[in-house]
């Protein structure tokens, strides 16, 4: 009973010595924030990555929880966040100022998570509201914002984790199984929101360290193992569903002590960058071949030096600085693996700093607390004056997909823009211009994707479509055809060049592209469309249901499909199931004035006249033409 009396009093005491929240500063960090992004509401979805994994992805439109959770998407495995980006469609639709409110306020939650987490240390001090301040103005953050696609995955795993610390820390002071319990369910989530997470175990040590220097005990070991297992688990899951790392497009073939140094120069950059976040860029381009830059073997010793001062901070019992270290490397370690692995489309990116950043702001707030020059003191309020104005600036870059990519040229370090490596954002510039009507203009920039890059196949299928929209058939089936010479598995191009075909009566050699896009990329919506037309062309409307019943189990809110699917079982006779599919598509459509004149032919197939007439009238109403003689029938 004393030993339990005595551990009571303890809790109580930890408990005690947490002081309550300082509203005012949890206020400036809410509102600062804010202000900050207040352009981010404004910005639109972006052609790299917003339309893939989050507008046109079909597991988030459907909610296919089997599917979800069960299987891949384009080589991810992040079945919680698409879940969770699906919950806000559901709620909000297509709103994006309510989508981009809710990036910006998770990351919100995140800044505070670490606010807590961090007062553990700094129970006395102002030094941890510091901290969550500069990580939520660090510039370089707006890239896991504002970027939809980034946001959904980083912005989701990065609150599961550090809740997942939260309760590990609750965990420490408590010693309650259920708070080590939580922690290890939030791992799970963080996880499944992101691989990126599995690196939480090695996290926890170097907590164990700050808190007691006990990160090495049998105790603390045993209680990573069930977190260990899921990183293993999560690891073999990620690396099967990915189709390891070959499905990245690989433009230079890098020796792997090249991409060593890559990782280790990104490690460098990011580390100056989120103090200086000078030339920021969503796509930093890797050098030319043959042409590597002396300043990334320098930008290389940064890291060198860093995990020096690691070692020197573990054994100068320094647990503050180590800990800042150790959240450094350990959230930055995985990104840096990878690219040692395989060479992706760029040398780093901004998002890879999200979580990191922390220990490094940890590193600069401690150092300056032990320092006695009092004027040290106001650093911190400077560089997050500088980090508000960088990023209200930095998120109108965000503000569409011509003026971020616009944004990523300008800033090429090569004065001819001559990287192969550019071909993409002047494709994706290009994308948005053809959107938007500009079509000579976008032109220009699909043909400077492919002068950048000849082996570019996006910038052939893109040319491409432009001509097949202008009616230039012969044209537009000569680009797809060198977009299907450079990439055989392009689902994009075989359904786009099986229409063509389709278009010139070659059903056989159309059908046969089509089944090859759907057994490449069984979620893609418009070869199922194209098909069903195909079908439908060549008499076998039979078949169009099959395929626009996959459509609709892909987006059922797409009335168009339903108006086709009506069409269709006119065609076969059964009537019933038509009107059903014409009310549908009214009913998510009413102002369509065609759904109505088709369900009026129905009607009248089936003989009745009177709501064939109430169609027919309103079809009318609404502006549609109708042939005097299927009026008279109705007499």
Known sequence: MSARRDRKKALESKKAATPSLNWIWLAVILVVTTIAYQGHFDNEYLNYDDDIYVTSNPLIISQQWDVLFSGTYLNQYSPVAMFIMGMEFKMFGQDLGWIRGISLLIHLLNAFLILKIFRHWDKD????????????????????????????????????????????????????????????????????????????????????????????????LLQKVPFLLLSVIIGLVTLTASDSFEAEKVIYAFSIGERILFSFYAMGVYTLKTFIPFDLSMFYTYPIQGQIPAYYYLFALIPIGMLALLVRWYKKDE?????????????????AFISILSVRDVVMADRYTYLPSVGLFLILLVYLEKQSNKNLRYVPYALALFFFISTFTRVDVFQNSATLFSDVIEKESYSDKANPYLSMPYNNRGVHLKKEKKLKEAAADFKKAIAMNPKYASGYLNLANIDFDAGKDDSALEGYNKTLELEPKNAKALSSRGSVYGKKGQNDIALADLTKALEIDP??????????????????PDKSILDLNEILKLDPNKHDIYEFRGHCRTQIGEYQAAIQDYNKAISMAPDAGSYYLNRSYVFAKMGDKQSATRDAKRAAAMGQKLDPAYLESLK
């Open 523 to 540: 979620y893609f919506i418009n070869a199922y469309s194209n098909r069903a037309l195909l079908y439908l062309q060549v008499n076998q």
């Open 319 to 335: 647990p503050l600085l180590f800990l800042g270290m150790a959240f450094f490397f350990v959230n930055v370690s995985l990104p």
């Open 125 to 220: 001090g102002t030094w941890a509201y510091l901290l969550a301040l500069l990580f939520a103005l660090q510039p370089m953050n707006v890239e896991s914002v504002a970027w939809l696609a980034a946001a959904m995955k980083i912005g989701t795993f990065t609150l599961f984790f550090l809740a997942s610390v939260h309760f590990y820390i609750k965990y420490r002071m408590s010693d309650a199984t259920k708070d080590l319990i939580i922690s290890w369910i939030f791992f799970l989530i963080s996880c499944l929101c992101k691989e990126q997470a599995v690196v939480l175990p090695l996290l926890l040590m170097a907590i164990d360290h700050a808190d007691s220097r006990d990160m090495f005990s049998s105790k603390r």
